[in-house]
């Protein structure tokens, strides 16, 4: 079992920077693959950044260049670096955590409201 505690979010304008935090209950060492989502109104929830164990990374292709996922083992906490926003980006941002490949069982944080307007 692990929580997990999303912050960060806020209002922002147009090209400004936003960086969220993941912070965990319990060691994320050995977490195989953590990520990020988020969900507009009237939207799906889209998957938008992953890193695994060893730091490999992921992104969609609305994000790549501008958002950079991290995770810090020592501090138990992961980490989304988000430049040059645009009003697109507004939605709500989740933090998620998914210990095994083999198992179906994914952690979620409570989730932070990023907004992006002028």
């Known amino acids: 079992q692990v929580q997990l505690a999303d912050s960060g979010g806020g209002l922002v304008q147009p090209g400004e920077s936003l960086t969220l935090s993941c912070a965990a209950s319990?060691?994320?060492?050995?977490?195989?693959?953590m990520g990020w989502y988020r969900q507009a109104p009237g939207k799906e929830r889209e998957l938008i950044a992953v890193i695994n164990y060893s730091g490999s990374t992921i992104y969609a292709e609305s994000v790549k260049g501008r958002f950079t996922i991290s995770r810090d083992n020592a501090k138990n906490t992961m980490y989304l670096q988000m430049n040059v926003l645009k009003p697109d980006d507004t939605a709500m941002y989740y933090c998620?955590?998914?210990?095994?490949?083999?198992?179906?069982?994914?952690?979620w944080g409570q989730g932070t409201q990023v907004t992006v307007s002028s």
């Open positions: 998620a955590a998914r210990p095994s490949l083999t198992r179906d069982l994914t952690y």
């Open positions: 319990r060691s994320i060492a050995s977490i195989n693959i």
